[in-house]
């Protein structure tokens, strides 16, 4: 079936705004998602025309796609918005996905690997970087043909690097951008990729109109890298900032957009009812008139959650007067289970938990309250009893647990933060600041904060909160779309 070209409007990522569950008897039941890209698409309305264009992740989302055909999944399951999800066969994604993008692009722009053993790129990976092609492929594919006549496209993430230099060849006459939600390499470590891999990547994006990044940090270290591998030529700013790369006779402009957090939906959210609930249950687990210290992480490599879980303990050790006095609320939710890594990573989350509570804890108090079901409504509860929030990952695009915890707040709350995450970017001068690497350094920055007087805390949490709301998810969409439609 042919698709008529008529978007004027085009949003692609991995993920879409809704999924399904396949049933035994082979319904089909939709949950629709949420976060910035479906708030983006709601402000500019269903009105507007605007396709989003997606892959099946799962049984039910193939099923979902395949009943479809080459047409948009049923309104009535997305909200109103017209959505395209592609049946990429189940061999191709899972390569492209896990083998290329979560495995290797994800691990070089988080610095994860450990070099003296990995990474390997070897004929296996070489069949799964023709993976990695042929799903970008499917997407231009699709992009090309969804498109009206000068369309605009936003193109999102890691996943699709390649698709803004594959639309060009099919469709010059889009405005086409792509978006990083991830840090970007500096170029020593960003060469750790195979040659021709590492210039397709940035040859993918460089054919896009605009490539924007959360912070100036990362789109300087793409432009590096585009200058270190490519030979292309750095356009500076006044203020010496890279703002567009010059390559092959074009020029893609540089943006940064920080994505901040919803205030208004947070606020409203974490009164309901079940975060009540939840809050009571952690006030109980906790005991009366201990602080907090809360984090709420996926486990995930880049997290860190061992190291805060070190540090934790070392305040234990060094500051015995916090005995009995503090409590780690930790969450860490398990996170890509089908990778190996992955699995070791949340076990040994769970068994250095165990440790600290053997070694530390006493028969009315337990050191550690590590919960690992993920559960949105008991993270809210968490952030608004947070005496102090430790945000310590080794390396992250933004972070918005950084911004979401003082916005909803109850009393006051002390942001332990990396200098690695995105989020130090706006929220460092109010932070307490820490190397990641540094455990004994993360230590005493877990002390200092404990230590802050209340009325410091509020003044601090007023000025994170503002910073972190700054660009919520909807003007975050808008301000990207309006800068690729203005040229």
């Known amino acids: 079936m042919a ?16 999924s399904y569950a396949l049933g035994e008897d082979g319904s089909l039941t939709p949950k629709r998602g949420g976060g910035g890209l479906v708030s983006g698409l709601s402000a500019i309305g269903p009105d507007a025309g605007a396709v989003w264009v997606c892959a099946a992740l799962g049984d039910g989302d193939r099923e979902a796609a395949r009943r479809a055909g080459a047409g948009h999944l049923d309104a009535d399951h997305t909200g109103g918005q017209q959505v395209r999800m592609l049946d990429i066969a189940p061999d191709v ?108 990547v940035l040859r993918g994006i460089l054919g896009g ?35 567009a790369v010059r390559f092959h006779g074009r020029e893609t402009h540089l943006g940064v957009h920080g994505l901040g957090a919803d205030a208004g939906f947070l606020r409203e959210r974490s009164r309901a009812a079940d975060v009540d609930e939840r809050l009571a249950a952690l006030r109980e687990q906790i005991g009366p008139g201990r602080k907090t210290i809360v984090r709420v992480d996926r486990t995930e490599l880049s997290k860190n959650i061992v190291r805060g879980l070190l540090a934790y303990r070392r305040l234990l050790e060094t500051h015995p007067e916090w005995r009995e006095r503090v409590v780690h609320v930790a969450f860490a939710y398990p996170s890509r289970q089908d990778l ?57 695009g933004m972070n918005l647990v950084a911004k979401e915890v003082p916005v909803v707040s109850e009393r006051g709350c002390v942001l332990v933060l990396s200098r ?20 004994e350094g993360t230590a005493r920055a877990l002390d200092e904060a404990l230590r802050t007087p209340d009325a410091e805390r509020t003044d601090r949490t007023k000025r994170l909160a503002a910073a972190a709301t700054a660009l919520p998810p909807r003007d975050w969409f808008l301000t990207q779309l309006r800068a690729l439609q203005a040229g």
């Open 3 to 18: 698709v008529e070209r008529s978007a004027p409007i085009l949003v692609a990522s991995n993920r879409g705004p809704v």
């Open 93 to 200: 994604f899972a390569a492209a996905y896990n083998g290329v993008a979560n495995s290797v692009l994800w691990f070089v722009h988080h610095l994860l690997y450990q070099t003296p053993v990995e990474p390997v790129f070897d004929a296996e990976f070489r069949a799964q970087w023709a993976a990695y092609e042929a799903y970008n492929a499917a997407f231009a594919d699709a992009l090309a043909q969804e498109a009206a006549e000068g369309a605009v496209v936003l193109v999102q993430d890691y996943h699709l690097a390649l698709v803004p230099g594959l639309l060009r060849a099919r469709r010059p006459d889009l405005r086409i951008g792509h978006f990083s939600h991830t840090p970007w390499a500096p170029p020593d470590y960003y060469r750790l990729l195979p040659d021709d891999v590492a210039a397709g």
């Open 209 to 243: 109109d605009r490539a924007a990044f959360l912070t100036g940090r990362w789109a300087a270290a793409f432009a590096d890298c585009c200058a270190a591998v490519l030979g292309a030529e750095v356009v500076r700013a006044d203020d010496g900032s890279a703002a």
């Open 340 to 396: 190996t890594v992955y699995r070791d990573y949340t076990e040994r989350v769970r068994v250095l938990a165990e440790e600290i509570n053997t070694e530390y804890g006493t028969e009315g108090w337990q050191p550690v309250a590590l919960h690992v079901k993920d559960d949105f409504a008991r993270s809210l509860a968490a952030y608004r009893l947070a005496d102090v929030a430790l945000v310590n990952p080794i390396r992250d």
């Open 420 to 439: 690695e995450a995105g989020a130090y970017e706006e929220l460092g001068a109010d932070a307490v600041t820490v190397n990641p690497y540094d455990v």
